[in-house]
């Protein structure tokens, strides 16, 4: 039987359910005839009153004979007994008639429920509208996704800039959704899924918003946490409406942000726990990436910046088969993510866009553009017309190193350590081939723990470093602690730091890299990690206890080797420390040009003994 069948069924036994009642209320008030309270009580005086049920307004009985109607059951309405009486010796005619509270009563039960029901719609309608589509009490299983039509998204590719691999990769996406047909007169089809991965802020979603505004389609987006309720099957239920309006749209982009919140590895840890709701939910999604075909217009982007905890059948061909890297921008990519949000401010003539981006590697897109509003809001707070170059360096230094802590303030001894320390980085930096230049030194304590600083400013992006770099590297990080030996000839608290960042290196060094002559060209740990830093769950490691001491050795080795090399350098540059140290316990800061002329002038004496 078919869902119209059943519906008509329903309505055609209501209407006779409603059709018997009425003829009974019909049959029943025909029944009882209505008599005067006068003529009442002649018959009761005449003895034709057989039974009688008394309330306080009203008098009904049934007769001992039937009246000329028929009817053998009447009602009418009592009135007071002493005004009865007085009537009677006059011969009239009369019965009772009382206010008729109907309406009253009506409105004193429908009123409330009309008030509740249109409470109940007010709120749902702010819910829905808080929600976007799909939302509101009623709609659990209703799909979230917020959707923007045609150019809605106000974003196209002009307003994504450092990422051009991965916007040529989409600009295929963006030609299938303007011409589908063109794509299959060879034969070849789309991919299903496009998943943008790599690290946060490094603009996936801003991507996502571009494609959809370059081919000018209906673009739902939504986030992977809100397939997740507190009611089973609601995300299943989810993922099957967000699909069902896409198709009723297509061609069409579904954009799932942050999908490792949804497509997790299921049984990764079997004994942790269930997440029935979750894999439910990545059942339904998976299904839903087999049942549609990719010629129908409908393209699924998904981002990600934890790609190796995804579900392998997430990934296989056929559903996500396409996975575009979304890395963090390079020098030259850094200068066009600057160009773009320096329009949106007011800079100074000596801005420049490439000196910029030289003090920022390793920031990605959200970073840049938290740099320039950074920059923008000094600029503002000290009344300047413009942003310049300094208010720059400045945001740079807040954003890496914290905000500055004038008030904390140092005893004496304390800032005569901070300076030693610092110089010993500096210095060491200055002596070793290789290394980064040193871009500004200050002893104004900054951030939750800094105390001071050293700033140094790579030349170029690096993505290979060999073991002799490394090394020098670490030896940089251990010179403020070699300094203090040497000065104090004692140590502090001040390089906790410094030595965990050395130890990790040393242990990489080890583990990871194959660079220990004593363990050889094997790798121990693997480790991946992900994007978001390396993975804090507990592996069972897959060598001997023999193979643990061995490495801790090696990394012990490995870092009191540099740090004996870092004392002999500082030990030779003795006298230019104490001369740097004095300029930084005077100054509290010194910038590149102060200390390119203090290292001069400490190779001087060196090239007129050479001489």
Do not use: C
């Not at 170059?389 to 004496?412: Q, S, T, W, Y």
């Not at 242990?507 to 990690?529: F, I, W």
């Amino acid at each position: 039987m078919t869902k119209q069948t059943r519906f008509n069924l329903g309505y055609a036994a209501a209407a006779l359910f409603i059709m018997a009642l009425l003829q009974y209320v019909v049959s029943t008030a025909n029944q009882i005839a209505p008599l005067p309270y006068s003529e009442f009580r002649s018959l009761l005086h005449q003895g034709k009153i057989d039974s009688l049920a008394v309330s306080d307004r009203f008098i009904q009985g049934t007769l001992k004979q039937p009246l000329p109607g028929g009817q053998r059951q009447f009602f009418t309405t009592r009135l007071d007994q002493e005004f009865a009486q007085e009537l009677d010796k006059y011969g009239v005619r009369y019965t009772g008639q009382i206010e008729s509270t109907l309406l009253r009563d009506i409105l004193s039960w429908v009123m409330p429920v009309l008030l509740l029901a249109a409470l109940w719609w007010y709120i749902g309608r702010r819910m829905a509208d808080a929600a976007g589509v799909g939302g509101g009490l009623m709609a659990i299983g209703k799909s979230k996704a917020k959707v923007y039509v045609e150019s809605d998204t106000g974003v196209t590719f002009e307003d994504v800039a450092g990422v051009d691999e991965a916007k040529d990769e989409l600009r295929e996406v963006v030609d299938f959704l303007k011409n589908p047909g063109d794509y299959g007169r060879l034969g070849g089809r789309m991919p299903k899924g496009v998943l943008l991965v790599g690290p946060p802020g490094t603009g996936k979603t801003l991507l996502a918003k571009a494609v959809a505004g370059e081919a000018r389609v209906p673009f739902f987006s939504i986030s992977g946490s809100e397939f997740v309720e507190m009611f089973v099957g609601v995300g299943a239920a989810r993922v099957r409406d967000l699909f069902q309006q896409a198709h009723q749209k297509a061609p069409a982009i579904i954009f799932i942000d942050e999908i490792d919140a949804l497509g997790r590895a299921r049984g990764v840890a079997p004994f942790a726990g269930g997440h029935d709701e979750k894999e439910q939910t990545l059942n339904q999604l998976l299904v839903e990436l087999d049942g549609f075909d990719s010629r129908s217009g409908l393209v699924i982007l998904a981002a990600t910046n934890r790609p190796e905890i995804l579900d392998p059948a997430l990934l296989r061909a056929g559903r996500f088969d396409r996975q575009v890297l979304v890395d963090r921008p390079d020098k030259k990519g850094r200068i066009q993510v600057l160009n773009v949000h320096m329009k949106k401010v007011t800079t100074a003539p000596d801005v420049d866009a490439e000196k910029v981006a030289a003090l920022t590697p390793g920031f990605t897109g959200a970073d840049l553009a938290n740099l320039v509003n950074e920059a923008a809001l000094l600029a503002t707070r000290r009344r300047a017309g413009a942003v310049s170059m300094a208010d720059f360096g400045n945001a740079v230094e807040r954003i890496v190193a914290g905000l500055e802590k004038r008030n904390r303030l140092l005893n004496p001894r304390e800032r005569e350590i901070v300076a030693y320390h610092e110089m010993g980085h500096a210095l060491v930096a200055l002596a070793l081939p290789g290394a980064d230049p040193v871009h500004k030194i200050s002893i104004i304590p900054r951030g939750l723990g800094a105390l001071g600083y050293t700033i140094q400013r790579p030349t170029e992006d690096r993505f290979l470093m060999t073991r002799e770099e490394l090394q020098n590297k670490m030896a940089v990080l251990l010179g403020g602690r070699a300094a203090e030996l040497i000065v104090f000839d004692h140590v502090s608290t001040g390089a906790a730091d410094d030595l965990r960042r050395v130890t990790d290196i040393a242990r990489s060094m080890v583990t990871r890299y194959g660079m220990s002559q004593k363990l050889g060209n094997v790798a121990y740990d693997r480790e991946t990690p992900g994007f978001v830093g390396p993975a804090q769950a507990y592996r069972d490691r897959d060598f001997a206890e023999q193979t643990a001491a061995s490495i801790d050795e090696e990394v012990r080795t490995i870092v009191q080797a540099t740090f004996e090399r870092t004392l002999q350098i500082l030990r030779e540059l003795r006298p230019v420390l104490e001369r740097s140290a004095k300029r930084l316990l005077e100054k509290e800061t010194l910038e590149e040009a102060e200390i390119a002329e203090l290292w001069a002038s400490a190779q001087k004496p060196k090239a007129e003994a050479a001489e």
